[in-house]
């Protein structure tokens, strides 16, 4: 397993922004593709995939974050950061970033993913 470390999260207005941040322990695997998601899940509901990158930075989003939140990486390639605007508060919930190994592309499921941060909370308030 990866260990990953999330930051970032706070308690901001309806329309505002906020940078999560999420270290992995090691750099980009020499011999293995992976993927990095970010994740969400609010009181009373599902785990959520928000966002991911593969190896090669292909992204994927889901339709509820589409336009307004976009993953990324740093140039080490070791942290990966989840740039979030227009905040709704529909969007409060604890933000994990998750690891697995790339099959062939992305899932935004999160039983397919073996490697967790210990989460940082969003708020959003109106």
């Known amino acids: 397993q990866v260990q990953l470390a999330e930051s970032g999260g706070g308690s901001v207005q309806a329309g505002g922004s906020l940078r999560l941040s999420c270290v992995a322990s090691t750099s980009k695997p020499t011999y293995q593709r992976y993927c990095i998601t970010w994740f969400r899940q609010a009181p009373g509901k599902e785990r959520e995939g928000v966002a991911a990158?593969?190896?090669?930075?292909?992204?994927r989003y889901a339709d509820s974050v589409k336009g307004r939140f976009t993953i990324s990486k740093d140039s080490a390639e070791n942290t990966r950061y989840l740039e979030m605007s227009s905040l709704k508060p529909e969007d409060t919930a604890m933000y994990y970033c998750a690891a697995a190994q790339q099959l062939f592309w992305c899932s935004l499921h999160s039983a397919e993913y073996n490697s967790w941060g210990q989460g940082t909370q969003v708020t959003v308030s109106s």
């Open positions: 990158i593969d190896s090669g930075g292909t992204t």
